[in-house]
């Protein structure tokens, strides 16, 4: 490979991968919240990933690249999420729920996962122009540590783990694991059109307000009790 070659090339691996997370994490929050989210400028590398209390919430993906998105909130961080996000949407604070147990808070928490990971999503689409899918997240409440293994092919599996901060400077903890892998642009190209944070946004709470408090159909629950049952739990 040419000296010119190597000079115009654009790597993107796996931290910028994991940088790209982060925003949507901070982004979406941000924006569903009405509050200000930040995250650590250290990462940790880490061995396996995990499910810890008090919430958990995990998201598989696959395509161009395959990998686990895990989000672990403590009670207080989940809390003032939920909160913040249920007052956003104009819900009086005498109809909320008080506890990070209850399955209010959980399909909350679970729905701002996957408005992240499909903010994740679209920018890989954008970004790298390729494409990934996930699959429903899966949150459930934990009194203690639960270890997952990627159901994924990872021929060299890396993983990381980042602290964040709410603006009450409560902790939840995002850790990715994925296959070690690099994107190298071949040449110039224009990306698509960003999607508007705050539409996305506005349509899920339209969705949420309606879906909220609404029983989970006997297939979700089935399907829930299956997954602990799994996890041996």
């Known amino acids: 490979m040419s000296e010119t070659r190597q000079e115009s090339e654009v790597v993107y691996g796996t931290e910028d991968i994991l940088t790209s997370l982060c925003n949507s994490v901070t982004r979406v929050l941000s924006v569903a ?31 161009g690249f395959s990998g ?3 989000l672990n909130f403590s009670a207080a961080a989940a809390m003032e999420i939920y909160e913040s996000y249920m007052l956003t ?8 729920s008080h506890s990070h147990t209850s399955d209010e808070v959980s399909n909350i928490m679970g729905e701002l996962m996957n ?11 954008r970004e790298l122009q390729t494409n990934i899918t996930q699959n429903q997240p899966k949150m459930l409440v934990l009194n203690k540590q639960v270890v997952l293994s990627v159901d994924a092919q990872l021929d060299q599996p890396e993983v990381r783990r980042v602290t964040f901060y709410t603006a009450k ?65």
Do not use: W
């Not at 949407?89 to 909320?96: F, N, Q, R, V």
């Not at 408005?115 to 689409?125: A, L, P, S």
């Open 33 to 63: 919240t009405q509050s200000r989210l930040h995250y650590s400028g250290m990462v940790q590398r880490i061995t396996k990933t995990s499910l810890k209390p008090d919430i958990g919430c995990f998201v598989l993906f696959d395509g």
């Open 169 to 233: 400077s409560n902790i939840f903890y995002l850790e990715l694991a994925i296959d070690r892998t690099e994107f190298i642009r071949l040449g110039n190209f224009a990306a698509e059109e960003e999607v508007n944070p705050d539409e996305v946004i506005a349509q899920a709470q339209a969705q949420t307000q309606t879906s909220a408090t609404a029983t989970p159909p006997k297939a979700e629950q089935d399907d829930h009790e299956a997954l602990l049952k799994s996890l041996g739990m």
């Open 115 to 125: 408005q992240i990971v499909g903010d994740f999503t679209g920018k890989v689409r």
């Open 89 to 96: 949407m104009g819900m009086p604070k005498s109809a909320l």
């Open 68 to 70: 686990l998105v895990v």
